[in-house]
């Protein structure tokens, strides 16, 4: 509650004027309908019990400086209505969100039961016992203790057995400004605490045994408005311990920030503008973390590239990145909220202030709560600060199921099969800190005043001078608060605690730090109120003298704010109704600081470690008052509550953080490009010598396969048949290329008459294994590449397209200059079958992404002996790369069993509306036929639905509605072409995406990155009708003012020469 001073003048004035609010005369048609109506009453059981009254203070200031008794009374009535309607809007936002809350309730029991009944046996007792706090990395129980380090011969020894691990970790932090020192905490709502952890977070790994290289990576900001050192693509992070600094970093060793430009250029934007930009920034860390790897497989990988060994999202915005380039890269993903997107709804809507859609404007809630939504789908571990975040926020989430989690737990430590799901890790690491610089204060308070009084040249903090001015008697000890001016932090309730009790006032002082102001007025108004509380509450209690509450303070002053009290034998309190976790309780520990905190969130886990003070109930004034009088007035209580915060804080420092975060790290299965292990530096785009292209033949041949659709080719081909093929092919390439080719045909061809004469019945199978063309690596020479993803109403606009994009590029651009490829959500038949007809050969093609992404294929010249009548070859290593956390079988019934659930409710049609496609399905795609838009569930409530039940995956509504392909979480249309990126070296920057006004429900994803858009004017309206019911409005996704973004006025080949013109790929 804010400026509760003020309620009882308020009370007062209504009691006065209560007659006159009783007369019908005078009275609002309002107020008389309502009968008996008393003021007081209703003031005290609606707004004091339940409402925020921060915007009814500031009219109440208003109306109390009136001077006239009429226009005062009538504004005391016109509050009361407003009081009424608040409250009325406030309980019907209330009834929506109960209904909303018992809806999702009975969904997850729903959920719950159908996976139980999918899983073949029985609950366990060990399942049915099991609470949320134990969950953990490992699956081990830890029984409400952190995992730590008992004294510096185990970290000595655990150091020892990591020394010889060479890590590269990447850190993602995107909003706010972020450098190395000087760090302007405060400086917006996007600078705060969270850059501070990430920073130090980097430091510390940086410096830990084991750990090479971590990076990092947030954005680069060059805006006129901020200080130069934020727009440094890079800035190393120099360590605080000197003695780890002088250990062997190696060339490229150690920890960075690395700065990735994204979004408007010269322009600092808030986190709630920055998700449109979100694809830019993983496109640009994309490449970063490709060239880190190659330069660091030459100095410490034997030549092979060192692929990140986890990517670890700070916040929403960075845990979508890091999903992104979690599947991409195909590394191990972690992810830490911070703060959660549904907890503050649940908040604000609380509040009643603002509707549901009035929230999402202004913070972009919903695109925010998917991005943790879809963190939580692709994360192997999520860090949390205290178990509180993981039983009263994280259980909000679709994609997490205490209950469910326990259960699969269990199932895998007991071997067995959980058909298909998966749930992240939930692992408690508190944040770390740094203790190297602190020296505990040791010694008398009244000694050292009477030191300082003889010697007037003392060296005391200019701080301390600051706040011991306030003070009559700066001797006694001094009661610290370190908190915002915020309503959510309490202080009015510390203060009326401290005013009202006699033997405290007598016994201590009373120190505010509130931050720094220059003038009340120049404050927000909820800060500003809530400094008035307490100016009024101190004259009221008459406590000049005794508190302090400083305008100014520096970062750097804090310390020294800890040591004073400390050097006067004080307490730290932080009363906040609910605080997520608590740094500044361990920093006052840190100092020698007993402490007094809320029994709400992280300082419980942190009281259960330290064991240095007292818990109490921030509502409760009287138990604030005897906690701090009873530390403050038992010395003997204050010394051991002293000795235990000396004694247990290393259980908080950041290598015992650093340790159990790596222990996490180490504890996942180990993911990385599969192709690295038969490949030797292929990457290298630049190199055209035989040597590499006999490299780029040999991965090949070890990794992709023969096959139409993904099936096996039963015609019989050999491999002399591909190869002659391909040779003849080559008509006009180098003799280099030939001789490269024919060789490479010797050595595969020995190899498969060996398996032929083992294994006659998987010929064309190992055939299509050693597949050797010179095609593929061209695609990562091509100059250009034209991905034609457009979503057409029909078919024959797609052809009619594709043949218009395949004749502006061969005439404006040397032939081999281009390359194409299709990216669609027909399957592979679907799409052969389509460019036949319109006499497209596919061999105009580098590439085809098919089935929305779930697989990818490329053309082959060797035909003639398929009983196909037209191979293809399917790139093994892509459904490798995109199979994590891939439902299988699990997945398929479950959504069989909810195709056959929806029902028709059209009278006079008969039929099941949604039927599963087999001839449609793939190995990594799953296909269904719906018969009627309208009568299934938007796709944001199937996504729900699969998440619900733990299984993970990615669900596209495409062809106007009429197909359903479900697929890997992690694969998309968008993701295969950063895949090829990552496997061929395509350029993505020199890339243009074809699409049109809409598409399919994976089209948002098409817009954004490095790549070029190019959207065709009038294409794919009826799509539209797919994102009608959408979390969030796409305009909240699109980069509207992105100059990667062209529009063409139609879909002629002029239109689309000028529209390239633009983007900058032809010469006007």
């Not at 009691?15 to 048609?29: H, I, M, Q, Y």
């Not at 859609?357 to 571990?381: F, G, H, P, Q, V």
């Not at 989690?405 to 298909?420: A, F, P, T």
């Not at 361990?586 to 064991?611: F, Q, S, W």
Request: proline share 4%; hydrophobic share 35%.
């Amino acid at each position: 509650m804010a400026g509760n001073d003020w309620i009882n003048s308020y009370l007062e004035a209504i009691l006065d004027v209560g007659p006159g609010l009783g007369d019908a005369k005078k009275s609002s048609l309002l107020l008389r309908e309502r009968g008996h109506f008393s003021p007081t009453r209703y003031f005290v059981e609606e707004v004091i019990t339940g409402f925020d009254e921060t915007d009814l203070h500031r009219s109440w200031l208003r109306a109390a400086a009136t001077r006239s008794p009429q226009e005062r009374n009538t504004r005391l009535e016109n509050m009361c209505w407003r009081i009424w309607n608040l409250v009325r809007k406030k309980k019907q936002l209330e009834g929506e969100e109960a209904l909303r809350t018992a809806k999702r309730h009975i969904e997850r029991e729903r959920g719950r039961r159908d996976a139980t009944a999918d899983m073949s046996e029985d609950l366990s007792e060990g399942e049915k016992g099991d609470v949320v706090s134990d969950i953990s990395a490992h699956g081990d129980s830890t029984k409400g203790r952190i995992s730590r380090i008992s004294s510096v011969d185990v970290m000595e020894n655990w150091a020892n057995q990591h020394k010889e691990k060479k890590l590269y970790i990447v850190l993602i932090s995107l909003h706010g400004l972020i450098r190395s020192e000087n760090m302007e905490l405060g400086r917006d709502s996007d600078t705060g605490g969270q850059v501070k952890y990430v920073v130090e977070l980097a430091r510390a790994l940086g410096t830990m045994p084991g750990v090479y290289r971590v990076d990092l990576l947030t954005r680069q900001v060059s805006a006129p408005d901020v200080d130069c050192s934020y727009g440094e693509p890079t800035e190393m992070l120099n360590t605080r311990n000197s003695e780890n600094s002088m250990q062997e970093l190696g060339e490229s060793g150690g920890a960075y920030i690395i700065r990735i430009p994204f979004g408007p250029k010269d322009k600092y934007i808030p986190k709630e503008q920055l998700w449109p930009y979100i694809p830019e920034f993983v496109d640009g860390a994309l490449h970063h973390i490709l060239q880190m790897s190659k330069v660091l497989g030459e100095q410490i990988g034997g030549g092979q590239p060192v692929w990140p060994v986890a990517i670890h999202g700070h916040y929403a915005d960075a845990g979508d990145s890091a999903a992104l380039l979690s599947g991409a890269l195909n590394v191990p993903m972690l992810f830490t909220g911070h703060s959660l997107g549904r907890d503050k709804l649940e908040q604000l809507l609380k509040q009643g202030r603002q509707s549901r859609e009035e929230i999402n404007l202004t913070y972009k809630i919903m695109r925010r709560i998917e991005a943790e939504e879809l963190s939580l789908d692709a994360s192997e571990i999520v860090i949390t600060s205290t178990r509180q975040e993981i039983e009263e926020q994280w259980r909000l989430y679709e994609g997490f199921d205490p209950v469910l989690e326990r259960k699969l737990r269990v199932r895998i430590k007991r071997g067995v099969s959980c058909h298909g799901r998966f749930m992240p890790r939930m692992v408690v690491i508190p944040p770390g800190m740094e203790f190297h610089h602190i020296v505990p204060h040791d010694g008398d308070t009244d000694g050292d005043v009477e030191r300082n009084e003889d010697n007037p040249a003392s060296t005391d903090p200019p701080i301390w001078s600051e706040i011991m001015r306030f003070f009559s008697n700066p001797r006694k000890p001094m009661i610290l608060a370190l908190a915002r001016a915020d309503p959510k932090k309490n202080i009015t309730t510390l203060v009326k605690a401290f005013g009202e009790c006699r033997p405290l006032r007598e016994l201590a002082n009373l120190t505010l730090i509130m931050g720094n102001r220059e003038d009340i007025d120049e404050m927000s108004s909820t800060n500003a109120s809530v400094l008035l509380s307490i100016l009024k509450l101190i004259d009221k209690y008459d406590l000049y003298g005794q508190v302090a509450y400083p305008k100014h303070h520096k970062q750097s002053d804090v310390p020294d704010i800890y040591r004073l009290a400390a050097k006067t034998k004080g307490v730290f309190i932080n009363p906040a109704f609910i605080e997520p976790f608590g740094l500044t309780l361990i920093e006052a520990a840190a100092y020698g600081l007993p402490t007094v905190a809320t029994k709400n969130g992280g300082p419980v886990d942190i009281h259960r470690v330290l064991d240095n003070g007292l818990l109490v109930d921030p509502h409760d004034q009287q138990s604030i008052a005897d906690a701090l009088l009873k530390l403050v007035s038992d010395k003997h209580l204050w010394a051991r509550c002293r000795q235990n915060g000396l004694k247990n804080i290393h259980l908080f420092s950041w290598p015992e953080h650093c340790k159990t975060y790596l222990s996490r790290i180490v504890s996942c299965r180990p993911r990385q490009p599969q192709w690295q292990r038969s490949e030797v530096d292929f990457e290298n785009s630049e190199s055209d010598s035989p040597g590499d292209s006999l490299r780029d033949i040999q991965d090949i041949s070890l990794n992709l396969k023969l096959s139409l659709d993904g099936e096996k080719n039963e015609g019989g081909s050999t491999l002399d048949n591909v190869l002659d093929t391909e040779e003849n092919a080559l008509e006009g390439k180098s003799r280099a290329e030939n001789a490269i080719l024919t060789l490479s045909k010797g050595v595969i061809g020995d190899t498969q008459k060996t398996e032929s004469t083992t294994q006659k019945t998987e010929s064309t199978e190992k055939a299509g294994n050693t597949v050797g063309t010179s095609k593929f690596p061209l695609l990562r020479r091509r100059k250009y590449i034209f991905v034609i993803a457009v979503d057409c109403d029909t078919t024959s606009d797609l052809l009619e397209i594709i043949a218009t994009v395949v004749e502006v590029a061969r005439k404006d651009w040397d032939a081999g200059s281009i390359g194409f490829i299709l990216s669609t959500a027909l399957t592979l038949s679907d799409m052969h079958s389509l460019l036949v007809s319109g006499g497209i050969s596919p061999s105009e093609f580098d590439a085809f992404i098919c089935n929305s992404g779930g697989e990818l294929y490329y053309p082959s010249s060797s035909s003639e002996d398929s009983s196909s009548g037209l191979p293809f070859v399917v790139d093994l290593d892509y459904r490798s790369h995109t199979e994590y956390r891939w439902g299988g079988e699990g997945l398929r019934k479950t959504l069989v069993r909810w195709a056959a659930s929806i029902i028709n409710d059209k009278k006079g049609e008969e039929g099941e509306i949604v039927t599963e496609d087999e001839s449609g399905s793939s190995m990594h795609c799953y296909a269904f036929k719906a018969k009627d838009l309208s009568s299934i569930p938007p796709v944001k409530e199937l996504r729900k639905l699969m998440r619900i039940q733990a299984l993970r995956c990615h669900i596209i509504y495409s062809q106007n509605g009429s197909k359903l392909n479900v697929i890997p979480v992690l694969a998309s249309r968008i993701q295969a072409l950063r895949y090829l990126y990552v496997r061929w070296g395509m350029d993505l920057s020199n890339t243009v995406v074809f699409v049109g006004e809409c598409g399919d429900t994976d089209y948002e994803g098409l817009l954004g990155g490095v790549h070029k858009t190019l959207i065709l004017k009038g294409v794919g309206t009826d799509a539209c009708k797919l994102h009608a019911n959408r979390n969030y409005p796409l305009e909240h996704v699109l980069p509207s003012d992105s100059p990667n973004v062209v529009q063409a006025e139609g879909c002629n080949s002029h239109d689309i020469r000028a529209s390239l013109e633009k983007l900058g790929f032809l010469k006007g």
